[in-house]
């Protein structure tokens, strides 16, 4: 099984903050990172964004600009999806990862990434998506995989896709097989079905009764 920390990446080596600024401009124009980590003395003091790089002046070392720096960074015991989350959040394509002794130890990649997300059951495997919605006081998440286990569904993953102070948002991924009766099971436990589905056989008899209704009222 593969591991997010398999994906730490030390292929570029870190800029250091005797390093000077056009040493760091060559690096953004060889490389397509929105950021890089600097560190100073072998410790990571934040990274230096590709655009905030190109004003600086040439002359200077990448340390003298260490006010413009950002500081975010993920542990090497950080979720994958939190590590997602981090790159969306701080807007960057690279983040670097430090161990619990805040040790520099490499950086992750969005694309690598993303790439183990595709990796994950909720993409891999084949499956239906379902979105259903509820009032925000009244979901529960062991309700929702209850009601696809009941139904002998397998549940491949969950998500919150949306959320306000009323409603919320469930996305689910299951594997195929009994998907009528899970839409059905919903419904009974006042859930919205948002997404649209041709195994709905609720919706198909909705739609066969509206069809004949048009069909007798213009004969």
């Known amino acids: 099984m593969i591991d997010i920390t398999d994906f730490i990446n030390n292929d570029v080596k870190p800029l250091r903050t005797t390093d000077s600024v056009a040493d760091a401009q060559?690096?953004?124009?060889e490389y397509p990172f929105s950021h890089f980590?600097?560190?100073e003395d072998g410790i990571y003091v934040g990274s230096a964004?590709?655009?905030d790089t190109e004003l600086m002046d040439i002359?200077?070392?990448v340390g003298d600009n260490r006010y413009s720096f950002d500081r975010f960074f993920?542990?090497?015991?950080t979720v994958w999806l939190d590590v997602l989350g981090e790159f969306a959040k701080n807007e960057t394509n690279l983040l670097p990862v430090l161990d619990k002794d805040n040790n520099y130890l490499g950086y992750y990649e969005i694309n690598d990434i993303i790439t183990f997300f595709h990796e994950t059951p909720f993409l891999k495997e084949e499956g239906g998506i379902i979105v259903v919605e509820k009032n925000?006081?009244?979901y529960s998440m062991s309700q929702v995989a209850q009601i696809v286990e009941s139904n002998n569904g397998r549940l491949?993953?969950?998500f919150i896709s949306e959320a306000n102070t009323e409603k919320v948002q469930i996305t689910l991924k299951i594997s195929l097989g009994g998907m009528s009766d899970i839409l059905q099971t919903f419904r009974r436990y006042n859930y919205e079905i948002i997404s649209e589905h041709q195994e709905d056989t609720y919706l198909n008899t909705l739609k066969d009764r509206s069809d004949y209704l048009d069909k007798y009222l213009n004969i």
């Open 136 to 138: 925000l006081i009244d």
């Open 49 to 51: 964004g590709a655009e």
């Open 37 to 39: 980590p600097v560190l």
């Open 59 to 61: 002359e200077k070392a």
């Open 26 to 29: 060559d690096l953004f124009a």
């Open 156 to 158: 491949l993953g969950l």
């Open 74 to 77: 993920v542990r090497n015991t």
